[in-house]
């Protein structure tokens, strides 16, 4: 079964006047099957995290292990993580001229898969993958990203994420920017990748909207570069009628 | 009528220059050198090239001293002549529009025409190619295509010259031309060269213009019109690397009615020295009334630092038309989209590689040779392979 598993983890950005720690030891594991939440207040270092695991350049890791079935993560260059199994969902996809989608998602599942999926059955599965997200065949002759509406984005995101079915897939963000129709959408199609049982979800978000439709196994506070609590599904609530105050006032941050 | 669109690049890496009025030249064209003041760099058709790198062609101080090998290749009832100076064909479809166009159309001793009888459809393309064996060499090519002929050619420029020249596309009434020209030179070469199309009546006239190599290409890429109903397809690609200066200057001078022309030019650069022109002149006179044209020209930089400047120009001198329009845009592949791809398991190289020949691939589609479309997309991953190394 494979486990993520994140081990006193310490991220800084370079900034003006030199580096800066956003991420202070960071400890979490993720099993397959199982869906975590992590929650936290804006600038809390959520999308460090989701950044840092993708293995964006931007990020240095300056202390602590990420590992993957034992295999060290953060060894691997970003193209690797994908094909070990790591996938994270963009809160900005970006665009990317004169690549339309159906190439690079074929082109994509070519390297995740190791082979060239048959074009037969391929066209078939992105349909199908497309038809249940609501989205327009026309979709796929678009250029990545370019133009797209931000519900567009997320449903391309999750697309992917359906077909390049991840061990761990990374959730950043996702509700941010969704009328309640996308968000319904969306959410469905998570819940189709995480029914199969296969995948460990982490899911990134700041408000609990979300979790009404991907209901999570733990939540997790995020709070000045890591986690101050854990608990269950009820910890959200407490979340939701409370807000962060707690965590923030503190000086954690 | 006219829109102008410029999608921001992200960075200080594109230039879109004011317009320009199409026929603002420092001279009105002429077959005499003399004409021609030598240029100082600020002028608006020179204000982009690097001057002193033509190597004299600007000037007068470029002495014919060098040989190019020139192969044609001619289907069964395409003629190759050499001709003299005063040969009528030469000189039919444009005049220089610039000292150095001028300096070629003064300078060269004889003139290829090669002939495509009326009513002939060559099953092979003609194939023109011209290797350069070093020196300065000027040049004059007549391509005269007769009533309802249609046909293919292919011009090569590979190895190394100094050279300026002007080729003659003399489309008849009614006939199809299709020319591709490929730019393949050594890195040390200077091109500078002036493509005149004269279209005839219902005549379609389609260039591919593709560059890759040269330190510094210059074409000046020119369609006229001998009659109403003509139509010009203008389509470009190039490929600057790292120290090289790529400009390719056109002009569609609608001066009958009812004539189309589609102009569509792509370049991607890489290397902080990369630097490409692009000038798109239009202009539409009083007469060309149900003129339709369009013309479009995008940029993708790869790599910091490279430089484009593109400037769309449309000049419309009457009302009574189908269209007209432009636009421009220049882009980077950035470290985000190379990010995002990754992020996806494409390795970076494939990714570099996914982003360039998405770019190009409807311009390549255009061509419809075969063996060209190949080789072309061998050069582009070559050239990618060399970026990345």
Same mark, same amino acid.
């Given at each position: 079964?494979?486990?993520?598993?994140?081990?006193?983890?310490?991220?800084?950005?370079?900034?003006?006047?030199?580096?800066?720690?956003?991420?202070?030891?960071?400890?979490?594991? #993720?099993?397959? +099957?199982?869906?975590?939440?992590?929650? *936290?207040?804006?600038?809390? *270092?959520?999308?460090?995290?989701?950044?840092?695991?993708? +293995?964006?350049?931007?990020?240095?890791?300056?202390?602590?292990?990420?590992?993957?079935?034992?295999?060290?993560?953060?060894?691997?260059?970003?193209?690797?993580?994908?094909? %070990?199994?790591?996938?994270? %969902?963009?809160?900005?996809?970006?665009?990317?001229?004169?690549?339309?989608?159906?190439?690079?998602?074929?082109?994509? %599942?070519?390297?995740?898969?190791?082979?060239?999926?048959?074009?037969?059955?391929?066209?078939?599965?992105?349909?199908?993958?497309? !038809?249940?997200?609501?989205?327009?065949?026309?979709?796929?002759?678009?250029?990545?990203?370019?133009?797209?509406?931000?519900?567009?984005?997320?449903?391309?995101?999750?697309?992917?994420?359906?077909?390049?079915?991840?061990?761990?897939?990374?959730?950043?963000?996702?509700?941010?920017?969704?009328?309640?129709?996308? =968000?319904?959408?969306?959410?469905?199609?998570?819940? /189709?990748?995480?029914?199969?049982?296969?995948?460990?979800?982490?899911?990134?978000?700041?408000?609990?909207?979300?979790?009404?439709?991907?209901?999570?196994?733990?939540?997790?506070?995020?709070?000045? +570069?890591?986690?101050?609590?854990?608990?269950?599904?009820?910890?959200?609530?407490?979340?939701? %009628?409370?807000?962060?105050?707690?965590?923030?006032?503190?000086?954690?941050? | 009528?006219?829109?102008?669109?410029?999608?921001?690049?992200?960075?200080?890496?594109?230039?879109?220059?004011?317009?320009?009025?199409?026929?603002?030249?420092?001279?009105?064209?002429?077959?005499?050198?003399?004409?021609?003041?030598?240029?100082?760099?600020?002028?608006?058709?020179?204000?982009?090239?690097?001057?002193?790198?033509?190597?004299?062609?600007?000037?007068?101080?470029?002495?014919?001293? *060098?040989?190019?090998?020139?192969?044609?290749?001619?289907?069964? +009832?395409?003629?190759?002549?050499?001709?003299?100076?005063?040969?009528?064909?030469?000189?039919?479809?444009?005049?220089?529009?610039?000292?150095?166009?001028?300096?070629?159309?003064?300078?060269?001793?004889?003139?290829?025409?090669?002939?495509?009888?009326?009513?002939?459809?060559?099953?092979?393309?003609?194939?023109?190619?011209?290797?350069?064996?070093?020196?300065?060499?000027?040049?004059?090519?007549?391509?005269?295509?007769?009533?309802?002929?249609?046909?293919?050619?292919?011009?090569?420029?590979?190895?190394?010259? #100094?050279?300026?020249?002007?080729?003659?596309?003399?489309?008849?009434?009614?006939?199809?031309?299709?020319?591709?020209?490929?730019?393949?030179?050594?890195?040390?070469?200077?091109?500078?060269?002036?493509?005149?199309?004269?279209?005839?009546?219902?005549?379609?006239?389609?260039?591919?213009?593709?560059?890759?190599?040269?330190?510094?290409?210059?074409?000046?890429?020119? #369609?006229?019109?001998?009659?109403?109903? *003509?139509?010009?397809?203008?389509?470009?690609?190039?490929?600057?690397?790292?120290?090289?200066?790529?400009?390719?200057?056109?002009?569609?001078?609608?001066?009958?009615?009812?004539?189309?022309?589609?102009?569509?030019?792509?370049?991607?650069?890489?290397?902080?020295?990369?630097?490409?022109?692009?000038?798109?002149?239009?202009?539409? /006179?009083?007469?060309?009334?149900?003129?339709?044209?369009?013309? =479009?020209?995008?940029?993708?930089?790869?790599?910091?630092?490279?430089?484009?400047?593109?400037?769309?120009?449309?000049?419309?001198?009457?009302?009574?038309?189908?269209?007209?329009?432009?636009?421009?845009?220049?882009?980077?592949?950035?470290?985000? !989209?190379?990010?995002?791809?990754?992020?996806?398991?494409?390795?970076?190289?494939?990714?570099? /590689?996914?982003?360039?020949?998405?770019?190009?691939?409807?311009?390549?589609?255009?061509?419809?040779?075969?063996?060209?479309?190949?080789?072309?997309?061998?050069?582009?991953?070559?050239?990618?392979?060399?970026?990345?190394?």
């Amino acid at each position: 079964m494979a486990t993520l598993e994140i081990h006193d983890l310490h991220v800084s950005v370079d900034g003006e006047g030199g580096p800066k720690e956003i991420l202070r030891g960071v400890d979490l594991t #993720v099993k397959q +099957g199982e869906t975590h939440a992590i929650m *936290g207040p804006n600038g809390s *270092g959520k999308s460090t995290l989701a950044y840092s695991l993708a +293995g964006h350049p931007k990020y240095t890791i300056t202390g602590g292990t990420v590992t993957l079935d034992g295999e060290d993560v953060l060894d691997m260059s970003v193209d690797e993580r994908a094909r %070990a199994g790591v996938f994270l %969902a963009m809160q900005y996809p970006v665009e990317v001229p004169g690549v339309s989608v159906s190439n690079f998602l074929r082109t994509s %599942a070519t390297a995740i898969r190791g082979e060239a999926p048959r074009l037969r059955t391929w066209v078939k599965e992105v349909k199908e993958t497309m !038809q249940r997200l609501e989205m327009d065949p026309s979709f796929a002759e678009r250029n990545v990203n370019e133009g797209f509406s931000g519900g567009e984005k997320k449903r391309h995101e999750i697309l992917q994420l359906e077909l390049l079915k991840p061990k761990i897939a990374i959730l950043d963000e996702t509700d941010s920017g969704l009328d309640i129709d996308a =968000l319904r959408i969306v959410s469905e199609g998570v819940n /189709r990748v995480r029914d199969s049982g296969e995948v460990g979800t982490l899911l990134i978000t700041h408000y609990t909207r979300i979790l009404r439709y991907i209901k999570p196994d733990h939540v997790h506070v995020f709070a000045g +570069g890591r986690i101050v609590e854990s608990g269950g599904p009820e910890l959200a609530d407490k979340l939701e %009628a409370e807000g962060y105050e707690q965590y923030t006032k503190g000086g954690v941050s | 009528m006219a829109e102008a669109q410029s999608i921001p690049a992200g960075g200080a890496v594109a230039v879109a220059a004011e317009s320009t009025v199409a026929t603002r030249m420092s001279a009105p064209p002429s077959f005499d050198v003399a004409d021609f003041p030598v240029p100082h760099g600020r002028e608006e058709e020179w204000r982009f090239t690097p001057l002193e790198r033509l190597r004299g062609l600007h000037d007068g101080t470029a002495v014919a001293d *060098g040989s190019v090998k020139a192969e044609i290749v001619a289907p069964d +009832g395409v003629t190759v002549e050499t001709v003299g100076r005063d040969d009528p064909r030469v000189g039919r479809a444009g005049k220089p529009a610039d000292r150095v166009a001028a300096q070629a159309f003064s300078a060269f001793e004889k003139a290829t025409v090669v002939t495509v009888p009326a009513e002939a459809v060559p099953a092979e393309p003609v194939r023109v190619s011209l290797h350069g064996e070093g020196g300065v060499t000027y040049g004059h090519t007549v391509f005269d295509i007769g009533r309802f002929a249609e046909v293919v050619l292919i011009l090569d420029h590979t190895g190394d010259t #100094v050279r300026a020249a002007n080729v003659e596309f003399q489309v008849g009434e009614g006939a199809k031309l299709t020319v591709v020209s490929v730019q393949d030179w050594a890195d040390t070469a200077v091109h500078c060269s002036q493509h005149n199309a004269l279209v005839g009546r219902d005549a379609t006239f389609k260039s591919v213009v593709v560059t890759f190599g040269g330190d510094v290409v210059r074409l000046h890429p020119r #369609v006229s019109y001998a009659g109403p109903g *003509g139509e010009a397809e203008l389509y470009g690609l190039y490929f600057t690397d790292n120290g090289q200066h790529q400009e390719h200057r056109l002009l569609v001078d609608h001066s009958a009615a009812n004539c189309r022309s589609n102009v569509a030019y792509k370049g991607a650069l890489q290397g902080a020295r990369a630097r490409a022109v692009w000038i798109g002149d239009v202009l539409i /006179r009083a007469a060309a009334t149900g003129t339709d044209t369009y013309e =479009l020209n995008r940029n993708l930089v790869l790599t910091d630092g490279a430089r484009v400047d593109s400037v769309p120009n449309l000049e419309i001198e009457t009302g009574e038309i189908v269209g007209a329009g432009h636009a421009s845009a220049t882009g980077r592949f950035e470290d985000e !989209q190379l990010f995002y791809l990754m992020a996806r398991g494409i390795p970076a190289e494939e990714a570099r /590689r996914l982003v360039v020949r998405g770019f190009f691939a409807e311009l390549v589609q255009q061509i419809g040779v075969p063996d060209v479309e190949e080789r072309l997309i061998a050069r582009l991953e070559a050239e990618l392979a060399e970026s990345i190394a």
